[in-house]
């Protein structure tokens, strides 16, 4: 769920991008299907049918895509911050030890993945009338 509409263009952008890239360099039935459906899936259900279509385990997939997400926070950090690759790297790796405890309590609890970030989602419906930004979403 995206309650700003900035933030759900965005993800399905990411997602169909995502699944076209997929498909041009290992296509699959089950990715060409998708796109076929013209179903406008979002980042996170694109990355899911991707390691699906590729028979990559759940541990495997959760702990990739926890990867994107915070490779993809570094990487904003050092556009936002006075933080250089050297340092923003080390970060990422002390992060990154903690990322297989985390995926094995997600892929071990038996209950669906959820967010609750009301804060975030209040400022995010906002963030579509900032005249400049950074990011697309």
């Known amino acids: 769920m995206r309650p700003s509409s900035a933030g759900r263009e965005a993800t399905r952008a990411m997602g169909t991008r995502l ?3 997929w498909q ?7 990715v060409g299907s998708a796109l076929e459906a013209r ?5 996170p259900v694109a990355f899911g049918l991707v390691c699906a279509a590729s028979d990559v385990t759940l541990v495997e997939a959760v702990e990739a895509y926890c990867y994107t997400r915070l490779a993809a ?3 904003a950090a050092m556009r936002l911050m006075a933080i250089g690759q050297h340092e923003a790297h080390g970060l990422l790796a002390d992060v990154l030890r903690a990322v297989p405890a985390c995926v094995d309590r997600i892929t071990q609890d038996g209950d669906p993945p959820r967010c609750f970030t009301p804060m975030m989602d209040i400022a995010n419906m906002s963030h579509q009338y900032v005249h400049s930004r950074l990011f697309r979403s």
């Open 39 to 43: 179903g406008r899936y979002t980042f």
């Open 19 to 21: 699944l076209k890239t």
């Open 73 to 75: 926070t570094v990487s």
């Open 24 to 30: 041009r360099i290992r296509p699959t039935e089950v």
